[in-house]
């Protein structure tokens, strides 16, 4: 399969360690880090950590790319463990349609990879992501609380799935 994905307007490609200082702009702004697994970052050297685990991810189990906009990382969208897709990307972009055209790219080609299915785990408050993720056929299959301890709060859980067959 192609390391990277073309859509209309973006370019997914695998990562680098030289995305470092882009995910770190985006993984270091609490707004963006809102509903993520982690804090926000507050050093570099978290983001590198971050980043050398996206980068020797196994492929057998991975499938992550950065997201690009005219060259430019606006952040990242993919399965760091498969079938589960996670998705962050810059405050700047949301509401321009970059997720959805990132993510159509993507179930496109788990689909042509034969992946049966594609889930999700989104923070209930997170409603553009659970509207982002139904708009693409993913239906929610249970939730849960307190399932993410994030900095000192406790957060629950939207599990959602896409069935690609």
């Not at 770190?24 to 978290?46: C, I, K, L, N």
């Not at 990242?76 to 970059?98: N, S, V």
């Not at 989104?122 to 301890?149: I, M, Y």
Request: aromatic content about 8%; proline content about 4%.
């Amino acid at each position: 399969m192609a390391d990277e994905l073309r859509t209309a307007r973006l370019v997914l490609r695998r990562a680098t360690m030289e995305d470092t200082g882009g995910m770190h702009r985006v993984m270091s702004d609490p707004t963006a880090m809102r509903y993520w697994s982690t804090p926000p970052h507050r050093s570099m050297d978290e983001t590198e950590r971050w980043m050398r685990s996206m980068v020797d991810a196994d492929l057998s189990i991975s499938d992550d790319f950065i997201v690009t906009l005219d060259g430019a990382l606006i952040g990242k969208l993919g399965a760091w463990k498969l079938p589960e897709i996670g998705f962050l990307l810059a405050r700047e972009t949301w509401g321009q349609g970059y997720a959805s055209e990132a993510l159509s790219a993507f179930l496109e080609r788990r689909k042509a990879a034969g992946s049966d299915r594609l889930t999700a785990d989104v923070d209930p408050r997170n409603e553009p992501s659970l509207r982002l993720l139904q708009g693409h056929g993913f239906v929610e299959t249970c939730r849960a609380k307190r399932t993410w301890l994030v900095g000192d709060e406790w957060c629950d859980s939207v599990y959602l799935e896409v069935k690609l067959t």
